[in-house]
């Protein structure tokens, strides 16, 4: 079997204890409650990456990954070539794109891409400026926060 396929050994879990005011606590509950988490600890470690993945991507040539989403009238003039040749454009960082068909001549398209958070950013507004795109929105994350990466390389040929 090949490296690929080789999984990272299973970490084992360390408990420990944490001091909470009340007030925080209940809020904490509630928060749980809210996004729905199998228990205080799963929320826990869920705030902890968040804080990590926005530490890390404070470094512009972070390794990170991105959602793209674009909503625009599919009949709006020249919308659809505009689209094609920007995502050509950022082709390099593009691993998936869906698109969705809404009632009212109204579509969705939704990118995910990886690259420098310099890239992705770059790209993403790029993407969502494009004259006839009614709203665009991205988020941005780092893989490493649980252990990964994207396998992306650079640097790539200057994006003009």
Same mark, same amino acid.
């Given at each position: ?10 970490? @084992? ?5 944490? %001091?909470?005011? /009340? ?5 904490? &509950? ?6 729905? !988490?199998? !228990? ?12 990590? !993945?926005?530490?890390?991507? +404070?470094? /512009?040539?972070? &390794? %990170?990954?991105?959602? *793209?989403?674009?909503? @625009?009238?599919?009949?709006?003039p020249n919308v659809l070539r505009r689209l094609a040749a920007e995502q050509h454009r950022w082709g390099d960082h593009i691993r998936f794109s869906g698109h969705i068909h809404l009632r009212g001549d109204t579509c969705v398209e939704?990118?995910?891409? *990886? +690259?420098?958070?310099?890239?992705? *950013? ?9 004259? +006839?795109?009614?709203? +665009? &929105? @991205?988020?941005?994350?780092? /893989?490493?926060? *649980? ?7 650079? /640097? ?5």
């Open positions: 079997m090949g490296g690929a396929n080789r999984r990272k050994p299973k970490e @084992y879990v360390v408990r420990l204890g944490v %001091s909470l005011e /009340p007030s925080l606590l209940r809020l904490l &509950d509630a928060w749980v409650r809210e996004r729905n !988490s199998p !228990s205080r600890s799963d929320a826990i470690r869920a705030l902890i990456r968040k804080e990590l !993945s926005d530490q890390t991507l +404070g470094d /512009p040539d972070a &390794d %990170s990954v991105a959602t *793209v989403t674009l909503l @625009y009238r599919h009949d709006a939704v990118l995910g891409m *990886v +690259g420098s958070r310099r890239e992705l *950013v770059r790209a993403a507004e790029d993407l969502r400026g494009i004259r +006839g795109v009614a709203f +665009g &929105d @991205y988020s941005i994350t780092s /893989p490493s926060i *649980v252990g990964g990466s994207t396998g992306h390389r650079h /640097p790539h040929r200057k994006i003009s």
